[in-house]
């Protein structure tokens, strides 16, 4: 059992970067591909990002590529995803997931709270 906890959401304003973190608050993430999804109010749950057990490996969603990072330390139990030029259309619940059938897969096994993120025009 991993129970997944975000941090470091909040209202920031366009343009501006944040970091948010996603830790493991019981079980390991180790052996699980962690990625982040949002969900924008109204909106379908979106892929953000994905990083391999290993960390050789990374794949963004369309709309993500080049503005946000994902990593992980698995010595500290934690990925987090860096987002920078944040736009307003960035404004979601951002939530972290864990799979243990590796990055490539769609199902995931265990899933975060969700932080807000909110940006402002």
């Known amino acids: 059992q991993v129970q997944l906890v975000e941090s470091g959401g909040g209202l920031v304003q366009a343009g501006a970067s944040l970091n948010i973190s996603c830790t493991a608050s019981?079980?390991?993430?180790?052996?699980?591909?962690m990625a982040w999804f949002r969900q924008a109010s109204g909106k379908e749950r979106e892929f953000v990002a994905v990083?391999?057990?290993?960390?050789?490996?990374?794949f963004y969603g369309d709309s993500m590529s080049g503005r946000f990072t994902i990593s992980r330390d698995n010595a500290k139990n934690a990925v987090y995803l860096q987002m920078n030029s944040l736009q307003p259309g960035d404004t979601a619940v951002y939530y972290c997931?864990?799979?243990?059938?590796?990055?490539?897969?769609?199902?995931?096994?265990?899933w975060g709270q969700g932080t807000q993120v909110t940006v402002s025009s």
């Open positions: 990083i391999s057990q290993n960390i050789d490996t990374t």
């Open positions: 019981a079980g390991t993430i180790t052996n699980y591909a």
């Open positions: 997931a864990a799979a243990a059938q590796g990055w490539g897969t769609s199902r995931y096994d265990y």
